[in-house]
């Protein structure tokens, strides 16, 4: 969904030679930003109205993990609702929640499409529709326990709504590949498909252990332009960082390219310290007509960053240095 409204943008620092750069007025949501929360991170936005709307991730005090709605005029300064999302009954009077956590949204034909990490008998995928994001229906969980890091493509290939994430377990997940699945009606799902694995170690280290979807992938002449965290584990314990990959128009869960070095790797203060450090955990972008993107990103699980590219720089970057 390209915007139309200018989103957010700061050219490339001078003499830098990286293909994406930080914002410099990281980060652009504190953890406190909210009256009750302990952190706010790993959260998708989209284009809406004059503006900018998203749903965004608030652990409270308590550190019980929610989702909660935010408006911007800019797509820097948000206003977050105190009070979490309250789900109506969807496709399905089953809506039991334990927990919600690292949402996406996108949008598809006519409404808006929310998935999560859903608490029902340990992870799974929650999925939930909005069409002003003040009403939301919770339908069916996707799959069973335990699952994370569900993204919807933005729109149906050969009919079927397709759906990437990453089977898991219980904890604190120590492996994980990225798998497509296929629905005929965003309620009962099927053919998976394995789309993204771990690298060995020697090929590409910082991806090595385990790999998740991160924002909406963007439809581009190349193939779906997909975000994506992977992990090491080093003696400081577990590091995310961000890479990108190329997937095919037709046939989505095949990989055409993926990058061997990193887009963004954790290097600022905020992304090094916080409640789990070394992370960046992209889970939104938005792009325009210029081919301008701007990814948003959870820093340390703790706040919200933001870094910006240009779409055929990435492409180019993914194709000149895949695995």
């Known amino acids: 969904m390209i915007s139309t409204q200018a989103i957010p943008w700061e050219e490339r620092p001078e003499g830098c030679k990286d293909v994406m750069w930080r914002y410099s007025q990281n980060p652009i949501i504190g953890r406190y930003d909210t009256p009750t929360s302990n952190s706010i991170f790993n959260s998708a936005v989209v284009p809406y109205k004059d503006g900018f709307a998203g749903v965004f991730r608030c652990d409270n005090k308590a550190v019980q993990m929610n989702i909660h709605t935010g408006f911007s005029k800019d797509g820097i300064n948000w206003d977050i609702e105190p009070d979490p999302i309250v789900m109506k009954a969807g496709n399905t009077q089953m809506i039991d929640s334990d927990y919600k956590y690292d949402p996406r949204v996108t949008f598809i034909e006519d409404r808006y499409w929310v998935t999560w990490c859903n608490g029902y008998h340990g992870p799974t995928i929650g999925i939930a529709y909005t069409y002003d994001f003040k009403e939301y229906?919770?339908?069916?969980?996707?799959?069973?326990?335990?699952?994370?890091?569900?993204?919807?493509?933005?729109?149906?290939?050969?009919?079927?709504?397709?759906?990437?994430?990453?089977?898991?377990?219980?904890?604190?997940?120590?492996?994980?590949?990225?798998?497509?699945?296929?629905?005929?009606?965003?309620?009962?799902?099927?053919?998976?498909?394995?789309?993204?694995?771990?690298?060995?170690?020697?090929?590409?280290?910082?991806?090595?252990?385990?790999?998740?979807?991160?924002?909406?992938?963007?439809?581009?002449?190349?193939?779906?332009?997909?975000?994506y965290h992977g992990v090491i584990k080093t003696c400081n314990g577990f590091r995310y960082s961000?890479?990108?990959?190329?997937?095919?128009?037709?046939?989505?869960?095949?990989?055409?390219?993926?990058?061997?070095?990193?887009?963004?790797?954790?290097?600022?203060?905020?992304?090094?310290?916080?409640?789990?450090?070394?992370?960046?955990?992209?889970?939104?972008?938005?792009?325009?007509?210029?081919?301008?993107?701007?990814?948003?990103?959870?820093a340390a699980d703790t706040v919200v960053g933001i870094a910006f590219g240009r779409i055929s720089e990435i492409i180019e970057f993914t194709k000149n240095n895949s695995i």
Not at 179 to 184: A, E, G, I, T
Request: charged fraction near 20%.
């Open 137 to 227: 229906f919770q339908c069916e969980n996707a799959f069973l326990p335990f699952n994370r890091n569900g993204v919807l493509l933005p729109e149906k290939v050969n009919g079927k709504y397709c759906m990437l994430s990453r089977p898991s377990d219980n904890g604190h997940t120590a492996f994980g590949d990225i798998f497509m699945s296929y629905s005929p009606d965003m309620k009962y799902w099927g053919e998976h498909r394995p789309v993204l694995k771990v690298t060995a170690f020697e090929d590409s280290a910082w991806q090595c252990l385990k790999v998740g979807a991160g924002g909406v992938p963007i439809k581009t002449d190349e193939g779906w332009l997909m975000f």
């Open 242 to 298: 961000m890479g990108a990959a190329l997937l095919d128009l037709e046939q989505p869960d095949k990989v055409l390219y993926r990058t061997q070095p990193y887009l963004l790797a954790p290097a600022k203060d905020y992304e090094l310290a916080g409640d789990v450090p070394n992370v960046i955990f992209p889970c939104a972008s938005l792009h325009d007509e210029e081919g301008k993107v701007v990814v948003y990103y959870g």
